[in-house]
């Protein structure tokens, strides 16, 4: 099952042009120093290991099925990781806005005016995912290290996958249980935005079902302590998508392929790998805790793709 889409409208963001700074006012830097405490407060330290990465239903079953009929999941391969941190939420748009003031940049827009109204649609809520493309994602970590000197950046796949499988247990998804947890009454989810609860919102505010992201802590996290890593939103890694890559994987601390692999012929440009989910199918594998999916590095619409940070420390931040 793939997330790949194209959307051909000209973007307008200037948000990859993070690397200027602005000279902040007294109160700036203040609100500048109580989000850097916020963001830190935030982070759950993720103690390094040795785990199995990818589609690891044969081995947990003893030789039975895989989980998924998907080939980039396979082969299962030995990964060793040292220790980090990743924050416990994705990035809300409140927090991509703060840093594209404290930045300097525009705000967030697209020439068209249909397109910032799905915009506005998808942030709705309070404390609901920012919408960002890999660049943007990329530039948002980059900020946090420079302004904190710690080494943030984006997650890496391998990153990603030990984390939301709670340190590289047999954990199909990322939630409070393991499992997709619904109301058997009236559908709603326990532990995951389902189609009835889209629905309810769409009803109240007509919205489109579709679009619409919820607070990134609406429901309960993972047993690491993690939000929304099955759901809410695709996140944005750091690794080029290639679908072979698992083949040829080293085992210490992946990193992804050296060089972009796959190009879509109608952009021009080079896949980036999505972990996680958007609008997940409990039958399908989008939101499984190994699920790859890939998209255009610079997608020219708000996609329902978002990102959370990690610290490469191998100490826990205070």
Same mark, same amino acid.
């Given at each position: 099952?793939?997330?790949?889409?194209?959307?051909?409208?000209?973007?307008?963001?200037?948000?990859?042009?993070?690397?200027?700074?602005? *000279?902040?006012?007294?109160?700036?830097?203040?609100?500048?120093?109580?989000?850097?405490?916020?963001?830190?407060?935030?982070?759950?330290?993720? *103690?390094?290991?040795?785990?199995?990465?990818?589609?690891?239903?044969?081995?947990?079953?003893? $030789?039975?099925?895989?989980?998924?009929?998907?080939?980039?999941?396979?082969?299962?391969?030995?990964?060793?990781?040292?220790?980090?941190?990743?924050?416990?939420?994705?990035?809300?748009?409140?927090?991509?806005?703060?840093?594209?003031?404290?930045?300097?940049?525009?705000?967030?827009?697209y020439?068209?005016?249909?397109?910032?109204?799905?915009?506005?649609?998808?942030?709705?809520?309070?404390?609901?995912?920012?919408?960002?493309?890999?660049?943007?994602?990329?530039?948002?970590?980059?900020?946090?290290?420079?302004?904190?000197?710690?080494?943030?950046?984006l997650?890496?796949?391998?990153?990603?996958?030990?984390?939301?499988?709670?340190?590289?247990?047999?954990?199909l998804?990322?939630?409070?249980?393991?499992?997709?947890?619904?109301?058997?009454?009236? $559908?709603? $989810?326990?532990?995951?935005?389902?189609?009835?609860?889209?629905?309810i919102?769409?009803?109240?505010?007509?919205?489109?079902?579709?679009?619409?992201?919820?607070?990134?802590?609406?429901?309960?996290?993972?047993?690491?302590?993690?939000?929304?890593?099955?759901?809410?939103?695709?996140?944005w890694?750091?690794?080029?998508?290639d679908?072979?890559?698992?083949?040829?994987?080293?085992?210490?601390?992946?990193?992804?392929?050296?060089?972009? @692999?796959?190009?879509?012929?109608?952009?021009?440009?080079?896949?980036?790998?999505?972990?996680?989910?958007?609008?997940?199918?409990?039958?399908?594998? @989008? $939101?499984?805790?190994?699920?790859?999916?890939?998209?255009?590095?610079?997608?020219?619409?708000?996609?329902?793709?978002?990102?959370?940070? @990690?610290?490469?420390?191998?100490?826990?931040? *205070?």
């Amino acid at each position: 099952m793939r997330i790949y889409f194209i959307v051909l409208f000209l973007f307008i963001s200037g948000c990859d042009n993070a690397t200027e700074t602005k *000279k902040l006012t007294a109160d700036e830097q203040a609100e500048l120093k109580q989000f850097i405490n916020k963001i830190k407060s935030e982070l759950v330290y993720v *103690k390094g290991g040795t785990f199995w990465m990818g589609d690891f239903c044969k081995k947990m079953r003893n $030789g039975g099925p895989y989980c998924s009929l998907e080939k980039d999941t396979k082969p299962l391969h030995e990964v060793e990781l040292t220790s980090y941190s990743i924050s416990k939420f994705k990035v809300t748009h409140e927090d991509y806005n703060f840093y594209l003031k404290m930045a300097g940049l525009p705000d967030k827009a697209y020439e068209k005016e249909y397109i910032n109204k799905i915009l506005i649609d998808m942030t709705y809520f309070k404390n609901s995912p920012a919408m960002m493309t890999w660049t943007e994602a990329n530039s948002y970590c980059e900020w946090l290290k420079r302004e904190t000197s710690l080494p943030f950046m984006l997650p890496t796949e391998a990153q990603w996958e030990y984390a939301a499988r709670s340190r590289g247990q047999y954990i199909l998804v990322a939630t409070d249980s393991g499992i997709w947890r619904s109301n058997e009454k009236d $559908g709603r $989810g326990e532990n995951y935005a389902t189609d009835e609860d889209r629905q309810i919102i769409e009803d109240e505010t007509g919205i489109n079902g579709s679009l619409i992201h919820f607070p990134v802590d609406k429901y309960p996290p993972s047993s690491m302590g993690l939000y929304g890593m099955a759901e809410n939103g695709y996140e944005w890694v750091l690794d080029w998508y290639d679908p072979d890559y698992y083949s040829r994987s080293p085992i210490i601390n992946p990193q992804g392929p050296e060089k972009p @692999v796959i190009k879509d012929d109608d952009s021009g440009q080079y896949l980036k790998v999505l972990r996680g989910g958007n609008n997940p199918d409990p039958s399908g594998d @989008v $939101g499984l805790t190994f699920f790859r999916g890939y998209r255009i590095k610079d997608n020219p619409y708000p996609a329902s793709t978002t990102v959370r940070c @990690v610290v490469n420390s191998p100490d826990p931040i *205070k």
